[in-house]
């Protein structure tokens, strides 16, 4: 829940009166609310947490914590299936 | 296990490592404040790699872990309720609350779901106008934005049946509390990169200065950690105790205005109990008495809480950095990932989780090592891609 994701943004709508984009996060897409960076423009980089872009990335820095993080795993476990994570966690 | 292999650039960390080994002069406590940090730290050794006289001291910033057990038992009893559909993030689900958990609650045939986002929830509310939907809103100054938000939009569009069961804490009167503490022997902190991403590092300067300690703003990848003790332990050795940003690719000295703007308008400072720690004054934000009627807690009388932490479980003072999680004699014997007695040993940031997925096999922590040091020729030795465990 902490983790801020970095990821590339790929398309910016309003929805419902919220500006929308549509993030992707090293293959994985999600709809990242970006009211908080008005500013942000398609094709620039910002740091996710929970479905809101908070920050802007620069995309050098983004690549890389991008291929950390799914070297360690973090990817799945932010954007996994959570039950099927927690199930596991619990036969450790 | 691998540790020093995974920096993503090891000659520079051998170049930081190297630059700390030729500083210190002296011990030196420094806590690291958040728990992704944590996790960083004991994932990737840097303990382990950092001269002898540096410890490591872990901090509260987990969030899962620092929720009251009465909250909890709150989200249990709510969770509970046939008319709820209960959304939570997935670091919630296995966090022990007296006697159960979400889990658990689920399994019994409650309505628990799990989101990615809080705007998830509210959309399962417009979804299902018949049910009551609550959004477990916990965590830091950077999940407290997105349930701001999420209000915001409940009340512009008109959707009565959301509701927030908050429980935000504040880092700032976090560090304030650490500093007042009889037993406190922290002496610099490194600050949460993602928390001042959203807050700035306005909240800092005062802190650094009435209690004479070196903050420096520190990211969460392990050369971004390196760095942040490189230049905590500098400021150290020449007596100095600014406020210093090491992660400035992130973290915009004003932080993110628009969100600041936006948690003023719709959360307010309350004092908060810390689980495991106490009552913080000021340390956390409730939802302001004009969007009261999207407080779950306003929503449901829950009444006949009786909370009871296992005895046992000493996961108050890993919390406050007094005890290293392997020192607790329950450690990986009654209480594991899989039978947690406190939430310390849940979260993908809590310190027992940490020590246990990384270093119950392994060396032990440095400060109960009576290994000799770890000095600069021998630093070199994992960074070459051995594992250290």
Known sequence: ?92 | MKYIDEFQDPELARRLLDDIHATVTRPWAVMEVCGGQTHSIIRHGIDQLLPDGIELIHGPGCPVCVTPLEVIDKALEIASRPEVIFCSYGDMLRVPGTGRDLFQVRSEGGDVRVVYSPLDALRIAQQNPQREVVFFGIGFETTAPPNAMTVHQARKLGIRNFSLLVSHVRVPPAIEAIMQSESCRVQAFLAAGHVCSVMGTGEYPALAERFRVPIVVTGFEPLDVLEGVRRTVRQLERGEHTVDNAYARVVPPEGNPAAKAMLADIFEVTDRAWRGIGVIPDSGWKLSARYREFDAEHRFSVTGIDTREPDECRSGEVLQGLLKPHECEAFGTVCTPRTPLGATMVSSEGACAAYYLYRRLGTGSRSTSTAGSVNSASAKAPLEGSPVV
């Open chain 1, 1 to 92: 829940m902490c983790l801020a994701v970095p990821g590339k943004v790929l398309d910016i709508e309003e929805r419902n009166g919220t500006r929308m984009a549509t993030v992707d996060f090293g293959g994985v897409a999600k709809e990242v609310c970006c009211e908080y960076l008005p500013d942000l423009q398609v094709g620039e980089y910002a740091i996710v947490h929970v479905g809101f872009a908070l920050q802007r990335l620069d995309e050098d820095s983004a690549r890389q914590t991008l291929a950390l993080f799914e070297e360690l795993g973090l990817l799945e476990e932010e954007f996994g299936d959570p039950w099927e994570l927690a199930a596991r966690e619990a036969t450790k």
